[in-house]
C-alpha cells in the first residue's frame, strides 16, 4: 500500500515567508482521506500582491493563525513521509523559510515533483502548469483554489500515463518516488 501527501502553499507576494494558505491532502492506497487547510496570516501588512491570483487578502486573514500556531498538526502530517507538490521547489521553499523564520524544525520529507512527473507521463503536453495537466487528465480545477491545487496534485500522481492502460501500481509509484527526490 502506498500512502503519500500531497501539499500546496499559496503567498501573498514574492516572498516564501508570506504564506496565506496551506493545503495538505492525504492519501491512502491510492485514496484521499482526508483534506486539510488552513488561511494562514502572513503579518505582511501591505504587500499583498498576489490576491488577483488566489482571491485571498488581507481582510481574509486577518483572524487566522499564524504559521507557529498550526506548525504543529503540518509538521504531523508531513514528516516522514513520501510528499507531492506541482513546482515543489516553490513549496518547499515556503515550507523551508518559513520553519526557518519562525526557528522551527523542518518536516523530513522525501519531497517529489509533479511538474517533472507529468512530463515523464505525459512527454506531448505543450507545457506543464497545473492547469494544462489537469484539463489533459480530465480533472476539473479552480487554480490556486485553497483546496483545489493539493488535490489536483494526487490526481497526477494517479494519473493513467501517455502509454499505459492503468493507474501506476506500488512499485512503480515507489520507483517514481525515489527517483523525483529534491
Request: glycine share 2%.
Given at each position: 500500500m502506498i500512502n503519500y501527501v500531497t501539499f500546496d502553499f499559496e503567498?501573498?507576494?514574492?516572498?516564501?515567508?508570506?504564506?496565506?494558505?496551506?493545503?495538505?491532502?492525504?492519501?491512502?492506497?491510492?485514496?484521499?482521506?482526508?483534506?486539510?487547510?488552513w488561511l494562514i496570516n502572513p503579518e505582511h501588512e501591505n504587500i499583498w500582491k498576489f490576491t488577483f491570483l488566489h482571491g485571498i487578502s488581507k481582510d481574509i486573514v486577518k483572524d487566522a493563525p499564524v504559521f507557529p500556531e498550526?506548525?504543529?498538526?503540518?509538521?504531523d502530517l508531513l514528516d516522514g513521509k513520501v510528499a507531492f507538490a506541482h513546482n515543489v521547489q516553490f513549496n518547499k521553499k515556503v515550507l523551508n523559510e518559513l520553519c526557518t523564520h519562525f526557528g522551527l524544525v523542518v518536516p523530513n520529507n522525501q519531497f517529489n515533483d509533479t511538474v517533472s512527473m507529468a512530463r515523464a507521463k505525459f512527454?506531448?503536453?505543450?507545457?506543464?502548469?497545473?492547469?494544462?495537466?489537469?484539463?489533459?487528465?480530465?480533472?476539473?480545477?479552480?487554480?490556486?483554489?485553497?483546496?483545489?491545487?493539493?488535490?489536483?496534485?494526487?490526481?497526477?500522481?494517479?494519473?493513467?500515463?501517455?502509454?499505459?492502460?492503468?493507474?501506476?501500481?506500488?512499485?512503480?509509484?515507489?520507483?517514481?518516488?525515489?527517483?523525483?527526490?529534491?
Open positions: 503567498t501573498a507576494n514574492k516572498f516564501s515567508s508570506s504564506a496565506c494558505a496551506l493545503t495538505v491532502v492525504e492519501v491512502k492506497n491510492h485514496k484521499i482521506v482526508k483534506v486539510h487547510s498550526i506548525y504543529q498538526e503540518v509538521f512527454p506531448a503536453l505543450q507545457d506543464y502548469t497545473l492547469n494544462t495537466v489537469s484539463k489533459f487528465i480530465k480533472h476539473d480545477m479552480s487554480r490556486h483554489n485553497l483546496n483545489s491545487d493539493a488535490i489536483a496534485v494526487h490526481h497526477i500522481v494517479e494519473a493513467k500515463g501517455q502509454y499505459r492502460s492503468e493507474y501506476f501500481n506500488d512499485e512503480e509509484l515507489q520507483k517514481l518516488s525515489n527517483m523525483m527526490i529534491y
